[in-house]
């Protein structure tokens, strides 16, 4: 059975910075993709960003290109969330899904696996 759990979530300033943790366990984790995703009270849950099997590729959402950074240490089975820059928007509850094609999607669909979440806030 595949487990993630999220952490490294909390309370920032705006213009701060955070690096959320995602811990595999169950299966043979550098075979999946893995993808951060994000959710505000009262809005869908919007992809933030993901990465292939091996690291090779890295894609992100239009809202965070050039302040997050996703990279993964396949002997660790764990997958890093670098958020800089950080803004009163990125306020969400962030998730970690895996996905057994190995590569970096976008749509949320063919994530069959997911953490319970960590909570990201920040303030102005």
């Known amino acids: 059975q595949v487990q993630l759990v999220e952490s490294g979530g909390g309370l920032v300033q705006a213009g701060g910075s955070l690096r959320l943790s995602c811990a595999f366990s169950g299966r043979t984790f550098s075979s999946y993709g893995v993808g951060w995703f994000r959710q505000a009270p009262g809005r869908e849950r919007e992809f933030v960003a993901a990465?292939?099997?091996?690291?090779?590729?890295?894609t992100y959402g239009d809202s965070v290109k050039g302040r997050f950074t996703i990279s993964r240490d396949n002997a660790k089975n764990t997958v890093y969330l670098q958020m800089n820059s950080l803004k009163p928007e990125d306020t969400a509850v962030y998730y970690c899904?895996?996905?057994?094609?190995?590569?970096?999607?976008?749509?949320?669909?063919?994530?069959?696996?997911w953490g319970q979440g960590t909570q990201v806030t920040v303030s102005s």
């Open positions: 990465i292939s099997w091996g690291g090779g590729t890295t």
């Open positions: 899904a895996v996905n057994p094609r190995g590569a970096a999607l976008r749509d949320i669909f063919p994530y069959n696996y």
